[in-house]
């Protein structure tokens, strides 16, 4: 049964855009946080961006001014829109969704690269 159904990775261009969708079963429930992560080959994942039920969002230094993450609570789906991609932006991007107990649940990932 999957829970997080990522979508919107691709190859694209240096300074091209991607938009990163994740539907999230209503399965899970009492969902507090939802964000995404990457890992790049050989690095470990890393946080990319990340909004609370209150809105607060969190984004790396790396991709700030760059990507935008947002939520639809009602329809259960966070999204990633990516800007001004570069080649380090190459990475497989997780969706990421955690309860109220702190119970995390991931996606498969979806790859992005930015090549040219």
């Known amino acids: 049964q999957v829970q997080l159904a990522e979508s919107g990775g691709g190859l694209v261009q240096p300074g091209g855009s991607l938009r990163l969708s994740c539907a999230v079963s209503?399965?899970?429930?009492?969902?507090?946080?939802m964000g995404w992560y990457r890992q790049a080959p050989g690095k470990e994942r890393e946080l990319v961006a990340r909004?609370?039920?209150?809105?607060?969002?969190i984004y790396a230094d790396s991709v700030k001014g760059r990507f935008v993450i947002s939520r639809d609570n009602a329809k259960n789906t966070v999204t990633l829109q990516m800007s001004s991609l570069k080649p380090e932006d190459t990475a497989v991007y997780y969706c990421?969704?955690?309860?109220?107990?702190?119970?995390?649940?991931w996606g498969q990932g979806t790859q992005v690269t930015v090549s040219s």
């Open positions: 909004i609370s039920s209150g809105g607060t969002i």
């Open positions: 990421n969704v955690a309860d109220f107990w702190a119970r995390p649940y």
């Open positions: 209503t399965t899970i429930s009492s969902i507090v946080t």
